[in-house]
């Protein structure tokens, strides 16, 4: 079993019976889903879903799941997800998929929000690894690409998988890809992309996550704030 795999199990031992339980997306979040159904027909476990993806849907389908869908809801016991970074403060970068809007939605309706990860996400600042994925509507990318470069942002618009257009969100966003001054800090950042008119979401999750679990080399540790 490997590392996203132990985390995932790990994770799935914390659902009770008779919760509603989001889903995230992502590989470690499939191996969450697929363990939850199995704890479903072996354990007898009485549970329902909801999902922040398409995919996800599709896969918690595909295993036998009860889901609900996001227009029915007004909370969740439980949101399991992965990350794509992780600060020692427990700040997520988040949303190299294209349902972020979903998943913060869902990160913050749920009473508690369990991260799931290995170890080669931790890092000592968000965008170390990744640049933050950021979601605008068509008509506004071009402005709002300009109030973040006017706060010292970089990047352009994430290309699609052939290369030969634009990646676009199940919402129908385009998704600005921008790196921004290291002196920024995750949290003027996180409030700055917050205010800037015409964002949709971002990927920098702040103070939403209750527990992180990271595995390391087949030990899961518990990581909170
Ligand atoms: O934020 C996400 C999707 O929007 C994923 O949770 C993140 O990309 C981690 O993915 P993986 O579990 O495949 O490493």
Do not use: C
Request: glycine residues 8%; without cysteine; hydrophobic residues 40%.
């Amino acid at each position: 079993m490997n590392d996203k795999e132990l985390v995932a199990h790990y994770a799935a031992q914390q659902v009770l019976d008779g919760m509603l339980v989001g889903l995230g997306t992502g590989s470690t979040a499939n191996y969450f889903i697929a363990e939850l159904a199995r704890r479903v027909k072996d354990d007898a476990l009485n549970i329902q879903v909801a999902s922040s993806s398409v995919i996800s849907t599709l896969k918690a389908q595909e295993q036998g799941l009860s889901i609900v869908s996001i227009e029915h809801l007004e909370r969740l016991d439980l949101y399991v997800d992965g990350a794509d970074e992780i600060t020692p403060d427990l700040v997520l970068l988040k949303g190299r998929g294209s349902d972020l809007v979903r998943e913060k939605l869902m990160a913050r309706a749920a009473e508690r929000f369990l991260v799931i990860a290995d170890q080669s996400k931790l890092v000592s600042r968000i965008g170390e690894k990744f640049s933050i994925p950021i979601e605008v509507p068509p008509f506004a990318w071009r402005l709002v690409k300009r109030s973040l470069e006017a706060l010292g942002g970089h990047g352009d618009l994430r290309p699609n998988a052939n290369k030969d257009g634009f990646w676009i969100t199940s919402h129908g966003s385009l998704v600005l890809d921008m790196t921004f001054p290291e002196s920024m800090g995750n949290e003027r950042l996180n409030e700055a992309l917050n205010s800037t008119p015409g964002v949709v979401e971002h990927g920098i999750f702040h103070g939403l996550a209750s527990v992180v679990y990271v595995a390391d080399n087949g030990q899961v540790v518990e990581k909170r704030r």
